[in-house]
């Protein structure tokens, strides 16, 4: 991931975008697994090998959920470090302070 200091608007956009997309289809993995897994052990007589499976398959899509957040909320603050850095200086250069 690109250091907060070397995101361009474009970059940032990027990445976001990446990251978003990455956790929207973790978190869609989840509900369909959850449902194949619901459907498993429903049917008569349950196929409980396959809802192991789908479970596991839950507990990894909701993972990698996770570690998408984890890697926003990285961006966000390195993010955030910068604005509060650079905010002061760009404050201190409008044409008002002129």
């Known amino acids: ?7 361009t608007p ?9 990251i978003a997309k990455e956790l929207n289809e973790s978190l869609c993995g989840v509900v369909i697994n959850a449902s194949a897994c619901l459907r ?3 049917g008569d007589p349950p ?8 479970a596991r398959r839950t507990i990894r899509a909701s993972n ?3 570690e998408a957040v984890s ?3 990285v961006l966000l603050g390195e993010t955030n470090k910068v604005i509060t850095t650079v905010a002061p ?4 250069s409008s044409p ?3």
Do not use: Q, V
């Open 96 to 98: 008002e302070n002129t």
């Open 40 to 42: 498993m052990l429903a």
């Open 64 to 66: 990698r959920a996770a």
């Open 89 to 92: 200086s760009i404050k201190g």
């Open 71 to 73: 890697r926003l909320s």
């Open 47 to 54: 196929n409980l090998e396959g809802a192991r499976e789908t």
């Open 1 to 7: 991931m690109a250091r907060a200091h070397e995101l």
């Open 10 to 18: 474009t970059t940032f956009g990027r990445t976001t975008e990446s």
